[in-house]
Structure formats: structure tokens, C-alpha cells
């Protein structure tokens, strides 16, 4: 087993004694077997162990709690290249009609002016960039390339935040007052921007890709988006005082810090990148219930609320895992994209 792997699981231990001496979230005792198991498994034996899933895989459905995921979903992704097609493109989808004058698309809001959401901006400049690099027509380009401008003039010239201009109440914390800033809207931000510079070589767009990294970098007492997941830098899709650890937003942050990294050779980006995999490393086990993924983990910090998951928010952290699974040979992120497709494929 790889040394980074046995100090993760080893740090994992002492975790599980400051969380439950605080009074927080205590690990179930199937998920203490597993990480027992690893911590004493050598690689190959991790290897067996990753086979004998497959096997036992009806019988640990059947001994699980029921989650509804509708229809089979297909969450295979290709290889991932960082230049190319973003990880959940999965077809080409014609552009929309929402969009002002200058193509950026925005939300309509009953009652209210129309608000642009960087995130939202994001994810379609990364899908029309995925429809050019399937298809190869410069219309899907040119509409990728209006979010990209949109992007860049939103971003704050000090701070490098995009602001995100409406209010959002999460429960049991204090609300998110516009403009409020996402790891996840930065992230995606890196991934658009950042291929953008490796497609066009204009440096316009790596320099807006390093501003909208510097959030990554600031703690969310200071105005960034980095809370701590003990003593841990956590990537906050959700900056609020009380943490919420929310795991989509955390691998949002972590694939696009990768992609400028690769895209365009930045060392902070490479620092950041690897920081991110040793909390994940650390983090994944907390978010385990039985197979299925919780959705954040605000639970553990005393709150009234209740273990979340969200079928939809599942299968996307199925597809992010694999990415990151690609990108880094470690048995910790094998083993819970197995534990976790089981439940999203069903029986094989």
C-alpha cells in the first residue's frame, strides 16, 4: 500500500477519536471494518479485495437500506483529458435561447430582473466547449467563448471571486447574503478558462484562470472558500461559518485545479491539486452510509439536521470519482467508487 495511503487511513483513526470526544459524527462500525481492513491489506490483497466486490454484490444490496436512483444510470466517463471534453458531457446538446445580446446565458427569475449565475455560465461554456471538441464546428467555440468573456469580466480584479448574485439559505446555518462567492463556481472557472488558453494560446484567459484560483488559496473567515476539515483545507461550495463540507464541490475544485495544472503547467495549481486529494483521502469515509454517498456533512458539527443524501448528487460524485480514480492509483479511491457504483449500476 502506498505510504500516503497508510498515513491517510492511520490520520483517519485519529480523527475518529477527536469526532467522537467532541461529541460529533462516530463511524459505523461496517465502515471502521473496512478502513481496519485496508490499513492491513498490502496491495495485491487490496486487489483481491476489489474483486470479491463483485461478487458479493447482490447479497450487499440486499443487506443495504433501499435509495431510490429511478433507472439504471450509466456513469462510465472515457478517459479524462483536461484539454478536451469535460467529465459529464455526455452528448451534444444544441445551444439554448436564454442568453442576452452578447450570447452569455442567464436565469429568469418570476418577479425579478434576469441574474447571471457564474456557475451556470460555467457548466454551459463547458458543454458548448465539449460540443466543439466532438464535433469540430466553430459555432459551439464561439458560444463556449462568450462564457469565457462573460467570466472574465466578472471576476473581482482584487480578489478573484465570482460573485454569485443571489441570497441562499442552507439549514441549521447562517444564510448566504449576495454577492457570495463558490468553490464551485471557481472551479469551474478553472476548467473553462484554463482550456481555453491550451485551444487558443491567448494569455488573457490563464490570467483570469490564476485570479479565480487566489479564493482556493483564503480561508472563508478571510472571504475565500477554504474552510478546514480538521486542520484540513476543504474546498467550500458552501462558505458559511458553520461548515458544510460539501462533497461535489470539494471534487469540482479539485478536477479543475488539475485541469490548470495540466492546461497550463502552473505549480500553484499542481500545490493546490495535491492538497485537495490528501483531505479527500482523509474526508471520503465520513461521507460512506451503507454504499451511497452523503451529500455534505454538516451533521457532524452539532446541527439538528439529519444524515443528507440526494440520488442526483450521488451519481455525480460516482462520475467524479472516477475521474479522480484516473488521475491518482490509490486503493482508498478504488474502493469507494466500487462500494458507491454499486448502488447507482444495481446488480452486474
Request: hydrophobic share 45%.
Given at each position: 500500500m502506498k505510504?500516503a495511503?497508510?498515513v491517510a487511513?492511520?490520520s483517519?483513526?485519529?480523527?475518529?477519536?477527536a469526532a467522537i470526544?467532541?461529541g460529533g459524527?462516530?463511524l459505523n462500525?461496517?465502515?471502521?471494518r473496512?478502513?481496519?481492513a485496508?490499513?492491513?491489506?498490502n496491495?495485491?490483497?487490496v486487489?483481491?479485495?476489489?474483486k470479491?466486490?463483485?461478487?458479493?454484490?447482490?447479497?450487499?444490496?440486499?443487506?443495504?437500506?433501499?435509495?431510490?436512483?429511478?433507472?439504471?444510470?450509466?456513469?462510465?466517463?472515457t478517459k479524462?483529458?483536461?484539454?478536451g471534453?469535460?467529465?459529464d458531457?455526455?452528448?451534444v446538446?444544441?445551444?439554448v435561447?436564454?442568453?442576452?445580446q452578447d450570447?452569455?446565458?442567464f436565469?429568469?427569475q418570476r418577479?425579478?430582473?434576469?441574474?447571471?449565475?457564474?456557475i451556470?455560465?460555467?457548466q454551459?461554456?463547458?458543454?458548448?466547449?465539449?460540443n466543439y471538441?466532438e464535433?469540430g464546428d466553430?459555432?459551439?467555440?464561439?458560444?463556449a467563448?462568450?462564457q469565457a468573456?462573460y467570466?472574465i469580466?466578472?471576476?473581482d480584479?482584487a480578489?478573484?471571486?465570482?460573485?454569485?448574485p443571489f441570497?441562499?439559505?442552507?439549514?441549521?446555518v447562517e444564510?448566504?447574503k449576495?454577492p457570495w462567492?463558490s468553490?464551485t463556481?471557481?472551479?469551474?472557472?478553472l476548467?473553462?478558462l484554463?482550456?481555453f488558453?491550451?485551444e487558443?494560446?491567448e494569455t488573457?484567459?490563464l490570467?483570469?484562470?490564476k485570479?479565480a484560483?487566489k479564493?482556493?488559496t483564503?480561508?472563508?473567515?478571510?472571504?475565500?472558500?477554504?474552510?478546514?476539515?480538521?486542520?484540513?483545507p476543504f474546498f467550500e461550495?458552501?462558505?458559511?461559518?458553520?461548515p458544510?463540507h460539501a462533497?461535489?464541490?470539494?471534487?469540482?475544485?479539485?478536477i479543475g485545479?488539475?485541469?490548470?495544472?495540466?492546461?497550463?503547467?502552473?505549480n500553484s495549481?499542481?500545490?493546490l491539486y495535491?492538497?485537495?486529494?490528501?483531505?479527500?483521502l482523509?474526508?471520503?469515509p465520513?461521507?460512506?452510509?451503507n454504499g451511497?454517498?452523503?451529500f455534505?456533512?454538516?451533521?457532524?458539527?452539532?446541527?439538528?439536521l439529519?444524515?443528507?443524501?440526494?440520488?442526483?448528487?450521488?451519481v455525480?460524485?460516482?462520475?467524479?470519482l472516477?475521474v479522480?480514480?484516473q488521475l491518482?492509483?490509490d486503493?482508498v479511491f478504488?474502493?469507494?467508487?466500487?462500494?458507491?457504483?454499486i448502488y447507482?449500476?444495481?446488480?452486474e
Open positions: 505510504k495511503t497508510a487511513l492511520l483517519l483513526a485519529a480523527v475518529n477519536v470526544g467532541a459524527y462516530v462500525s461496517k465502515m471502521n473496512q478502513h481496519e485496508l490499513m492491513e491489506t496491495a495485491d490483497e486487489a483481491l479485495l476489489q470479491r466486490l463483485s461478487v458479493v454484490a447482490t447479497q450487499k444490496i440486499a443487506a443495504m437500506p433501499f435509495y431510490d436512483f429511478g433507472e439504471r444510470v450509466n456513469v462510465d466517463i479524462y483529458d483536461p484539454a471534453k469535460y467529465f458531457w455526455s452528448a446538446v444544441e445551444m435561447t436564454d442568453v442576452d450570447g452569455v446565458i436565469t429568469a418577479g425579478s430582473a434576469n441574474r447571471y449565475d457564474p451556470q455560465i460555467c454551459y461554456g463547458l458543454e458548448q466547449f465539449s471538441v464535433t466553430a459555432k459551439f467555440l464561439a458560444e467563448r462568450h468573456d467570466i469580466s466578472a471576476i480584479q480578489t478573484g471571486l465570482l460573485p454569485i441570497d441562499y439559505q442552507l439549514p441549521d444564510p448566504l449576495a462567492a468553490a463556481a471557481q472551479a469551474q472557472a476548467s473553462l484554463s482550456r488558453y491550451k487558443t494560446g488573457v484567459f490570467d483570469a484562470a485570479l484560483m479564493p482556493l483564503v480561508k472563508v473567515a478571510s472571504g475565500g472558500v477554504v474552510g478546514e476539515f480538521f486542520e484540513q461550495e458552501y462558505p458559511t461559518k458553520i458544510s462533497l461535489n464541490g470539494m471534487m469540482y475544485a479539485i485545479l488539475y485541469d490548470l495544472w495540466q492546461n497550463a503547467a502552473d495549481a499542481q500545490e495535491q492538497q485537495g486529494i490528501q483531505t479527500l482523509m474526508a471520503l465520513y461521507y460512506d452510509a451511497v454517498s452523503f455534505w456533512l454538516i451533521h457532524i458539527y452539532g446541527t439538528s439529519p444524515n443528507y443524501y440526494d440520488p442526483a448528487s450521488h455525480m460524485h460516482v462520475k467524479q472516477q479522480i480514480a491518482e492509483s486503493p478504488d474502493y469507494y467508487l466500487d462500494q458507491w457504483t447507482v449500476n444495481g446488480e
